[in-house]
């Protein structure tokens, strides 16, 4: 199993990303997927998951701004981050629902 996360960067408050998780070594399209993420200095915060079906949940602190989706033919997991806060950065890792991680992807808000 491997999860692959890249599109991080530094962006600006009020900035965009997108985050991409290239998923391998498993059924990607059978399988619940989320997005967590830890600030600096913090624990885990669980931001969004999506059903394989594609039904989509978000914590409250990104609900509106944020936007989970999949492609299960290419085994694509996304994060569309936009409004982005400096309270939003973290590193940001995807995470199946058998619990195998990526090794994450760094996203910094700052002016």
């Known amino acids: 199993v491997q999860l692959v996360e890249s599109g991080g960067g530094l962006v600006q408050p009020g900035g965009s990303l997108r985050l991409s998780c290239a998923a391998s070594g498993f059924t990607f399209s059978s399988y619940y997927m989320n997005w967590v993420r830890q600030a600096p200095g913090k624990g885990l915060e669980w931001v969004s998951g999506i059903r394989s079906g594609g039904n989509t949940y978000y914590a409250d602190s990104v609900k509106g701004r944020f936007t989970i989706s999949r492609d299960n033919a290419k085994n694509m997991l996304y994060l569309q981050m936009n409004s982005l806060k400096s309270e939003d950065t973290a590193l940001y890792y995807c995470?199946?629902?058998?619990?195998?991680w990526g090794q994450g992807t760094q996203v910094t808000v700052s002016s």
């Open positions: 995470l199946s629902s058998f619990g195998s």
